[in-house]
Every structure is written in structure tokens, then in C-alpha cells.
């Protein structure tokens, strides 16, 4: 049987030139590949078009998918604002031939089951994680007389209504599913490196999150639930790999693919410092050459510094940490339920700059909170800028995704007209009283700018630190893209928000 995973064309970031932008590997698919290649070996025929790292387009992505003919195509609808893509992937696949199977899963398509299926033609869509789920589905669309129901954590089409089956538990164990070289030949692996900062090589140390913040889809979307259906109460669920097969993985990337740049995929890098301490260990052992960028929190930053464990994280290759600091007030911390504190990210922060000065230090934080306002926001830049003396921030709007509980906070005639493609972090979609969306993305620029024009900084555009060196020129970079993009659109670079922080089709797109 022939079965076909297809990233469609994406939409881009703006501030970014197309063909730098970061294209990491599609880990998920090759998960999924990788399952499914265990179970069916030869039996099954599998193929992945990964469009935005190829740079195809609609055009050529039919010609592709007639050429090749699949019994089934796969659509990862891994985010909200690209939803309209993932979808057409659909559409184009039944236009094709409409005896095809469509399968949807992801994080947006497993959130809004019912909403993506009335949207578009998809014949199940998977919840949450897919490796058992992906096999079971090929195995009965093989059958005679296939049958949905006894396929457990999906929701799929009888007629005009939909079936939501019983929960799938999540996978006790991990381990059970190890990426194989089988399914990494079947992507344009020399495709991935690193050009727009972190870009390179996906790799997972674990799944879900020990937090369970207000705003985050990490969590919710490998949290385990109370009961059935959407409504039901779900729980963090933190479930980590055996160090072993991490190791196997980096060596197989390392060795057979030429990769030395990694990027950790985990919600938060090295909750078990005692994981930590022995992935350390086999990477010493097996002398895997890497550099790689993580999620870590803040209290864990200095957890690590006091077992020893950040020096020797620093010395087997971190090169960057993106810590989510989100605010600087506790108040707006515990709104968030964030567990993580002002004290902790200070303390992380101050480590970080003064013993591993080589480190980039990335802080993600939330603005256009519903209290928002100039001031609200200039503290933010100046926590930033003085208190946490950050390398490089994230200054993202704060946006209600699909399953988390601010997305269910919103009211439903907001849920039910938001447009997609909004839901980009970019700009924000969440009403604030005192500002508009536009005064938010400026304040946002006015922190972004207090930070670049810091006196002290100005020098590590030549530091002797080789990634302190790249991170920085790659933001002047970026800040005379964004003078060039609003001089080619007549509009005053300081309040071109529209046409820099948002997302646009690269040019490859429709060809
Ligand atoms: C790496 C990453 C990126 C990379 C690229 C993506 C890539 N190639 O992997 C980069 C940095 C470019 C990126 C960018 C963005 N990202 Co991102 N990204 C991630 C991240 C950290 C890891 C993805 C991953 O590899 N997960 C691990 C694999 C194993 O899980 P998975 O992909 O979900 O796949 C499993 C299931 O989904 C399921 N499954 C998927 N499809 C199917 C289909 C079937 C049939 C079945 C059975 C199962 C199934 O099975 C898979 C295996 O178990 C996730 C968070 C996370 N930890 O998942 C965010 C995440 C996906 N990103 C997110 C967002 C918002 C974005 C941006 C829009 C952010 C922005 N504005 O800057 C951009 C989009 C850029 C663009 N132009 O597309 C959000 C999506 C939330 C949402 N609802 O929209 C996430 C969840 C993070 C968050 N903020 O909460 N991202
Ligand atoms: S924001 Fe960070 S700590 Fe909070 S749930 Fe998400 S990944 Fe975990």
C-alpha cells in the first residue's frame, strides 16, 4: 500500500529572507514513517514531500502526488496558523482521486477534530501522539471491510456525523518507537542545517511537561485526561525516553548523516537531572560531536548549576538556551499559572551571563496580556534589558491555541470566527483594553530596540564568542531586512507592523 505524509507550501515569517528561513526536520513524520516501516516492513510503499524545506509548491506538489498514487496521504496539521494549508492538502488529494484515504493529525487538527473535518475533506483525524495510532489505521484501510471503530483515539466520518472512539492511552514507553534510518532516507536530510539561527536536527528526549501553563499547548496537547471528549479534565503527563535510544539516535545522525546541530524538541530539555547525567556520560563515552539549543526553565537552570550538570551541558555542546521568563511581575506569572518565578529567572539569568558568557540567552515572554499597558510593557523591556541582561528575547502576544485553557477562556463567538491565520503569535489576536494591536507589536519593536541598542552590547557583534558573534549579526541582519522591507513598502520602518511581524507566501508557493 502506498502511503504519502506531505508538509504543504507554509506560509514564512516576513522578517526573514525565504530561503533562510529555519526548516527543521519534520520529527513527527519520521515517527510516524518509522512506526509504520517496524510494523508493515515492504508492505507498505512510504513517502514524505516535505514542501517548505524543498521549496515546492502547489503545482508541483499534485504533479508529485499523481505521480506517485497513494492509497493514503497524511496531513500533520502541526499548527493553527498554517490550518488552511494542511487542509488544502486534503483538498487536493480527494480532487485526485476520491477513493483516497485522508488522515489528519497534529496538534491543531487533534484539538479541533469535528471543525477540521467540516472544513475539509479528512476522513479520520488522530488525537494526540500517533505511532500506535498511524499503524492501526493503515492496517483497516487494507481490510476488505474497513472498520474505524475499534481504532482507539481517533474521530473519523460515518456518513454526515462524526465518531470519537474510546481514549488511547498515551505510550507508557517510549522506547517502543526509535526513528530509523529507513524513515530519515525518506526526507532531504542534507535539507536541514542550520541557517536562519536554530535551524538543523530535531531530536526528543521527552514528551508533555511537568507545568501546566494557562497559554501552552506543550503540555495539553500530551496531557492525560479524566474521563472522554473534549470537555474532560486533563493532567500534565511528563514521559521520558530511555537515554540509550537518545544516544543512538544523536550517533546515527551524527555518523550517518554528517549532523552536528541539534535542536531539542522537549517542552523542557533535562527534567531528571539524573537523565541529564547520564545522556552527559554516553555522549562523553561515544564521542558525539554536537551543538545544540533547548527549552530549559529557569529553576531548573539553576538546579542544574548546583549539581554540576550546566557546566558539563555547556562543554558537551549547549549553545543556546530559550527560556520562557514570560513577564516580569509575579502577579501576571501566577495569572499564566506559571510555577517558575521572577527570583528564579533573575538567578538563571545570572548564571548563565557570568560563568557561560559563550551561551546565547534567549528569553520567550508573553505581551498584549488583557491589562496591558505602555508602562506595563516598557518594565518588561527594562526586567529584560537590566535585570536579566537577556542576549536576545521573544517578545511574543500572548495567543489562545486550541486546547489550551486560554483558548477555552475565549468566548465562543470568538472561537468560532477567529481566522486561522491569525493565530500566529505574531500579532496579537487577544483584546486589550487600554491598546490596540498595532500600540502592542510597537511596544513590542521599542523592546526589541532597547535591547539591540544596548551601549554595553553593541561590542559582541565582534565578541570573541563564536555563536555570541552570529546571534548577533544575525539580528542587524534582520533589522535592515526590516528597513529594507518597509522602504520597498513606503511605509516608516519604526510602524511597519503589518508587513514585518507577520507571515507571508514565500515565492515558491504556488509553483
Ligand atoms: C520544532 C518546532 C518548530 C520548528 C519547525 C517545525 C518542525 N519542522 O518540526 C520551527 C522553529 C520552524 C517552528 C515554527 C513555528 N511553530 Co513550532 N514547534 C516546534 C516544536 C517545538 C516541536 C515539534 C516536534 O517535532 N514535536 C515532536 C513530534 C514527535 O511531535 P508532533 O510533531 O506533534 O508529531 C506527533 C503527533 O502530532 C502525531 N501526528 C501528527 N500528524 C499525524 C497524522 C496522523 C495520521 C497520525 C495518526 C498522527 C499524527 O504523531 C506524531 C508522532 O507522535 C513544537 C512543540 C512540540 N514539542 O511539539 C512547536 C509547535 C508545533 N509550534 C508552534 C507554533 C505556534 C509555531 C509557529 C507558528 C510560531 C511562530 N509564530 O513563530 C511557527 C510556524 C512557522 C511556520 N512557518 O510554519 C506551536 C503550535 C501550536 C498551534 N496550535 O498552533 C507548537 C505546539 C509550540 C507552542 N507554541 O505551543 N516550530
Ligand atoms: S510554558 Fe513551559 S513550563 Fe509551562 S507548560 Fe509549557 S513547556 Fe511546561
Not at 538543523?200 to 492525560?224: D, L
Not at 541539534?262 to 554516553?282: A, N, Q
Request: with cysteine; hydrophobic share 40%.
Amino acid at each position: 500500500m502506498r502511503v504519502l505524509f506531505v508538509i504543504p507550501p507554509l506560509y514564512l515569517w516576513n522578517y526573514i529572507p525565504a530561503a533562510e528561513d529555519n526548516f527543521l526536520t519534520p520529527l513527527g513524520l519520521v515517527y510516524l514513517a518509522s512506526a509504520l516501516k517496524q510494523r508493515f516492513g515492504r508492505d507498505v510503499d512510504v513517502r514524505i514531500i516535505d514542501c517548505s524545506a524543498e521549496h515546492i509548491g502547489w503545482r508541483t506538489l499534485e504533479q508529485r502526488m499523481r505521480g506517485f498514487g497513494p492509497a493514503v496521504v497524511v496531513t500533520t496539521f502541526r499548527d493553527t496558523f498554517n490550518a488552511p494549508d494542511h487542509g488544502r492538502v486534503a483538498e487536493l488529494a480527494r480532487a485526485i482521486d476520491p477513493a483516497v484515504v485522508v488522515l489528519a493529525g497534529g496538534i491543531h487538527a487533534s484539538e479541533l477534530p469535528e471543525d477540521t473535518m467540516t472544513r475539509w475533506p479528512i476522513d479520520v483525524v488522530a488525537l494526540q501522539e500517533g505511532e500506535e495510532t498511524i499503524c492501526e489505521l493503515v492496517e483497516q484501510v487494507g481490510r476488505r471491510r474497513r472498520d474505524f471503530s475499534k481504532v482507539k483515539g481517533i474521530v473519523y466520518r460515518e456518513g454526515d456525523r462524526f465518531v470519537r472512539t474510546a481514549p488511547r492511552p498515551l505510550i507508557e514507553d517510549l522506547s517502543l518507537f526509535s526513528p530509523s534510518r529507513e524513515a530519515y532516507d525518506l526526507l532531504p536530510m542534507h535539507l536541514y542545517r542550520p541557517r536562519y539561527m536554530w535551524g538543523g536536527t530535531t531530536v526528543e528526549g521527552s514528551r508533555g511537561c511537568i507545568g501546566h501553563c494557562k497559554f501552552c499547548s506543550f503540555w495539553s496537547f500530551m496531557s492525560r485526561a479524566d474521563g472522554e471528549g473534549p470537555g474532560a479534565k486533563r493532567h500534565p503527563c511528563l514521559r521520558i525516553r530511555p537515554v540509550g535510544q537518545v544516544l543512538d539516535q544523536l550517533e546515527l545522525l551524527n555518523r550517518h548523516y554528517g549532523k552536528e546541530e541539534f535542536f531539542w524538541v522537549d517542552p523542557t530539555f533535562g527534567v531528571d537531572p539524573k537523565w541529564t547525567e547520564e545522556l552527559l556520560d554516553g555522549i562523553e563515552r561515544r564521542r558525539i560531536r554536537m551543538k545544540f539549543s533547548a527549552f530549559m526553565r529557569s529553576d531548573m537552570i539553576v538546579r542544574d548549576e548546583r549539581l554540576g550538570l550546566l557546566q558539563r551541558l555547556v562543554d558537551a555542546g549547549l549553545w543556546m538556551t530559550l527560556v520562557g521568563v514570560e513577564r516580569a511581575s509575579d502577579e501576571d506569572m501566577k495569572w499564566l499559572d506559571k510555577s517558575t518565578t521572577a527570583q528564579h529567572d533573575i538567578e538563571a539569568f545570572r548564571i548563565l551571563r557570568t560563568r557561560y558568557p559563550q551561551v546565547v540567552r534567549m528569553a520567550l515572554c508573553m505581551i498584549g496580556l488583557p491589562w496591558e499597558t505602555r508602562e506595563t510593557m516598557r518594565q518588561l523591556g527594562e526586567y529584560l534589558a537590566s535585570d536579566l541582561d537577556v542576549d536576545v528575547a521573544a517578545p511574543h502576544p500572548i495567543t489562545p491555541f486550541p486546547g489550551t485553557e486560554l483558548w477555552r477562556s475565549m468566548p465562543e463567538e470568538w472561537r468560532k470566527n477567529v481566522d486561522f491565520r491569525d493565530v500566529n503569535m505574531i500579532y496579537p489576536v487577544i483584546p486589550v483594553e487600554g491598546m490596540t494591536p498595532t500600540e502592542i507589536c510597537l511596544a513590542g519593536n521599542d523592546i526589541q530596540k532597547k535591547l539591540m541598542l544596548r551601549l554595553r552590547h553593541l561590542p559582541k557583534v565582534l565578541s570573541r564568542h563564536e555563536r555570541q558573534r552570529s546571534t548577533r549579526r544575525h539580528f542587524w541582519l534582520l533589522a535592515g531586512k526590516i528597513l529594507y522591507n518597509s522602504i520597498r513598502h513606503r511605509e516608516n520602518p519604526y510602524l511597519a507592523t503589518r508587513s514585518t511581524w507577520a507571515t507571508s507566501k514565500p515565492p515558491w508557493y504556488d509553483i
